[in-house]
């Protein structure tokens, strides 16, 4: 039980465009879930916290307007990523909440923008 | 401001050479402490949950401990499967969030 799924799992898109990730938990409902980035050696950074029904909360320094995050459903919410730069090349990566306050991991999207 | 801290870094065993990963914290009130284990290129992997000092929890070759300032995850007799990075994380009260430390990469020797 408690499977998160990313798709895609890997994206190339050329700068300027905007790239869409979705996270689903499979086997159960989620009200809330999370969206990270982590580079190459380092540990997870969260950047927003997204509830079903409602506008995401984004980490300070996290702009919104570039990552635009919709919870629409208990089993899904996506990250899109407007504008693409190569500096948003990174690993994404969501989780959702358990009933215990753990979070359950999807396998991640690693992003390059070319 | 909460703060998660592990050490050591990076530790490197001989398969079958218990030892021990260090994770301290500092936070305004404790939820709950998890360990993660994550491979390269791939999301963290749920492994325990401690919710108060005293607790302990196994799982095959780990057990996890809690004491009011920091956590150990004791790896038994390991196997080269074991070699990834293991992440704690900690929760505070009235917050869903996770603050992760930077993670201990465990390698494992056959």
């Known amino acids: 039980g408690a499977v998160v799924s990313q798709h895609p799992s890997w994206v190339i898109c050329k700068s300027g465009t905007s790239v869409k990730i979705e996270c689903r938990s499979l086997d159960f409902q989620a009200t809330t879930m999370f969206w990270y980035r982590q580079f190459p050696k380092q540990s997870l950074m969260l950047m927003a916290t997204?509830?079903?029904?409602?506008?995401?909360?984004?980490e300070q320094g996290v702009e919104k307007d570039k990552f635009l995050i919709n919870h629409a459903s208990l089993t899904l919410s996506t990250l899109t990523v407007t504008s693409a730069h190569p500096e948003d090349s990174s690993f994404y990566i969501c989780?959702?909440?358990?009933?215990?306050?753990?979070?359950?991991f999807g396998p991640g999207t690693r992003l390059t923008v070319t | 401001e909460d703060q998660v801290t592990q050490s050591p870094e990076a530790l490197r065993l001989q398969e079958g050479e218990s030892s021990s990963l260090n994770c301290s914290y500092t936070v305004s009130g404790l939820r709950g402490l998890f360990w993660y284990r994550q491979d390269p290129g791939k999301g963290p992997e749920f492994l325990f949950t401690l919710y108060s000092a005293g607790e302990e929890k196994e799982k095959e070759r780990l057990k996890a401990t809690l004491t009011k300032k920091e956590s150990f995850l004791h790896i038994t007799a390991p196997k080269p499967e074991d070699s990834a990075t293991y992440l704690c994380?900690?929760?505070?009260?009235?917050?869903?969030?996770?603050?992760f430390g930077a993670g201990t990469t465990v390698t494992v020797r056959a």
């Open positions: 989780s959702a909440r358990g009933q215990a306050y753990e979070q359950y």
């Open positions: 994380a900690v929760q505070v009260p009235n917050d869903y969030k996770l603050s």
């Open positions: 997204s509830n079903e029904g409602s506008k995401a909360t984004y």
